[in-house]
């Protein structure tokens, strides 16, 4: 159907310009005579296909507006619920909450959205009188609450303004809403709202674009904050941090935000949000009475010298929370051009807070995934390719949000890309590492606490591999080698058990992990190649002690000792891989072909198989699953080393 098409077009465009629509939010339609094309609950318009409409039949709906309806409030809406489940024939998609306002406009195409600068308007204190001076041609509503009530207002006032006027207002404005625009082609709804945000860019002051610098405090604060969210049997939190020039701006007027504009904004964000200092005995308490008070942990906290933190139940929800409530503070700011804010009433707010429908769009908004590290903050150092790749890569799957650390910034970049594309509600970034170097290690725990709010768990994975032996092994190569697989992994043990310290002290069930990725020759010598085993049974010594002065912190160290990759590029690369490399100098003797020499180092395991990562990650969640043993260093070798 080519109209559908032309739906699903507008629907994308416009949900894919952040101008128009944040978190997935707005909604579209098409109409016939005959049926009513509107976009389905919990589909964003953004990516929506033709299976995201719910599809209604409209000689259905035409008696809605003129129907009486009982007057409990609750009753009402369960007859309005049963009346627009009767005229859906597509069982299957819940349609959206305006979907009567969408069949009562009389144009073909119907385009709900909530831009922020209309709405920088719609939420201020003169929008009635301005709207009325800049859209004399428009309808404004003031505001009603979601559902019948609004639907019921506006098709009357669309009733009494066609008497009136002989047609239908293309535009209607909704006071702390948004806008719908109708027209029967896309070109012409195009051209509506491009009008709009033309008119209104003209009267508002441009947003703050200054750089703002994310204090270093935040390493301090925000993993204390992130376990006291988190405890107590409230889920593990993932918290955002956002400081620019707009959050700075608005953190000198507060109550700009105090309350929320619109009824998305209480959807993802509630409707209150604690003013903090960077003070964890002071956040503490604010937190626990907020909680004690309201039966949930807050999802915004506005924290005076860091910004913006969004509380979420994930990391892809509280990056919808950060974008909601960003959008909230350009709002504030807009408004300020039309005589400032206005903000919902308290009875506004308990209404949105408490109904069905969008307690139903939260559900969706917060729905988790499950896996064996669900929601935990995960470091993996050397995770651009490689070993790492693959560990980092099994624990995206099993829900961790991943820091991809690594040197390698072009491959590093993508390996998180990667990684987003097959994640739930978890998400990955890539942070350039050194991991010799102390002040490189503080940013990436800088970087990990702004993203996540956290570190749960340390990887160590980052190693180099320089073989030789005595006569050809230079100073320098011994150097290299020691540095990154022995000395960084006390650099790296360091910085981290000082971020879960903060972290442990504030909850007593809690316990953070650091996981060195060791060698099988950290478990016995390796011929002409005593630099990697040296360091790699250092790693082991450095390991048990760490284990031992951590362990009052709750910080289990454990090693995992994997064998040899043999499916990985470093063996079986077929130009220049370990096997052809071996065949050609004849380490193995008797061999023939690279099979030849595979032959032989399999015959050396037990399970005749080699290690991959998906064996080490196994191991990996096990370190992290128990609370029994530290200090370990746990072999995953397929029987090829066995300890006594």
Request: charged letters at 25%; aromatic letters at 10%; hydrophobic letters at 40%.
């Amino acid at each position: 159907m080519k109209e559908l098409e032309i739906l699903v077009a507008v629907s994308r465009k416009y949900g894919a310009d952040a101008r128009f629509v944040i978190a997935g939010g707005g909604n579209t339609s098409y109409k016939d005579e005959k049926y009513l094309w509107v976009k389905a609950s919990g589909h964003a318009l953004a990516t929506i296909d033709e299976n995201g409409f719910a599809v209604l039949d409209r000689a259905k709906l035409a008696p809605m507006g003129e129907k009486t309806y009982s007057a409990d409030p609750t009753e009402r809406e369960a007859q309005v619920k049963e009346d627009l489940a009767s005229a859906c024939l597509t069982r299957d998609r819940r349609p959206s909450v305006e979907t009567s306002l969408h069949d009562c406009m009389e144009y073909a195409y119907v385009v709900h959205l909530h831009p922020t600068l209309v709405n920088g308007l719609m939420c201020s204190v003169n929008a009635a009188n301005i709207c009325d001076e800049l859209f004399p041609e428009a309808l404004y509503i003031e505001y009603t609450d979601p559902g019948y009530t609004l639907f019921k207002k506006v098709f009357d006032r669309l009733k009494a303004w066609k008497a009136e006027k002989g047609r239908q207002p293309q535009v209607i404005f909704l006071q702390n809403h948004g806008v719908f625009v109708g027209a029967d082609t896309p070109e012409e709804i195009d051209a509506i709202y491009g009008s709009i945000m033309d008119n209104l860019e003209r009267r508002v002051k441009p947003l703050p674009e200054a750089a703002s610098e994310v204090c270093d405090c935040v390493t301090e604060f925000i993993p204390a904050i992130r376990q006291i969210l988190s405890r107590e049997g409230r889920g593990i939190k993932t918290l955002r941090i956002t400081k620019n020039a707009l959050v700075d701006c608005i953190l000198e007027n507060p109550a700009s935000v105090a309350t929320p504009f619109t009824p998305d904004i209480i959807v993802y964000c509630k409707s209150e949000y604690p003013l903090l200092n960077a003070d964890v005995t002071e956040a503490e308490a604010a937190i626990e009475e907020y909680v004690a008070r309201r039966g949930h942990t807050p999802k915004v906290l506005l924290v005076k010298g860091v910004g913006l933190v969004a509380v979420g139940d994930n990391a892809r929800n509280a990056a919808i929370i950060t974008e909601v409530f960003l959008d909230a503070m350009k709002v504030a700011y807009y408004a300020g051009s039309f005589g400032g804010a206005h903000g919902m009433e308290p009875s506004w707010i308990q209404f949105i807070d408490n109904w069905e429908v969008e307690n139903y769009r939260r559900k969706l908004a917060t729905a988790a995934s499950k896996g064996r590290v669900e929601g935990k903050t995960i470091v993996v150092t050397g995770a651009a390719q490689g070993f790492g790749e693959g560990i980092a890569r099994e624990l995206v799957k099993e829900g961790a949000n991943i820091v991809v650390a690594d040197l390698n910034e072009a491959v590093g970049q993508a390996t998180a890309d990667s990684f987003n594309e097959i994640a739930r509600n978890n998400k990955a970034i890539f942070v350039k590492t050194n991991v010799a170097d102390l002040d490189s290690l503080q940013k990436l725990m800088k970087e990990t606490v702004c993203h996540f709010g956290a570190l749960d768990v340390f990887v160590s994975n980052a190693g180099v591999l320089r073989a030789g032996g005595l006569e050809a092994m230079t100073a320098e190569n011994f150097e290299f080698v020691t540095s990154i697989n022995y000395k960084a992994y006390f650099f790296c043990a360091k910085v981290a058990s000082h971020i879960m310290k903060i972290q442990t002290r504030m909850d007593p069930e809690y316990y953070a992990d650091i996981v060195q990725v060791n060698s099988k020759s950290g478990l016995r010598g390796s011929k002409a190649n005593f630099a990697y085993a040296g360091g790699k049974f250092g790693g082991i010594g450095l390991t048990q002690s760490f284990a031992l002065e951590l362990a009052p912190f709750r910080i289990k160290v454990n090693s995992i000792c994997p064998g040899n990759f043999y499916d990985g590029p470093l063996w079986s690369n077929p130009d220049n891989g370990l096997f052809v490399q071996y065949l050609a100098a004849g380490k193995v003797p008797g061999a023939k072909t690279v099979e030849d020499v595979k032959e032989y180092y399999l015959s050396q395991v037990p399970m005749r198989k080699g290690c991959n990562p998906a064996d080490v990650t196994k191991a990996i969640l096990y370190a992290i699953d128990q609370t029994g043993e530290t200090g370990q260093a746990i072999p995953v070798t397929g029987g090829q080393v066995m300890l006594a």
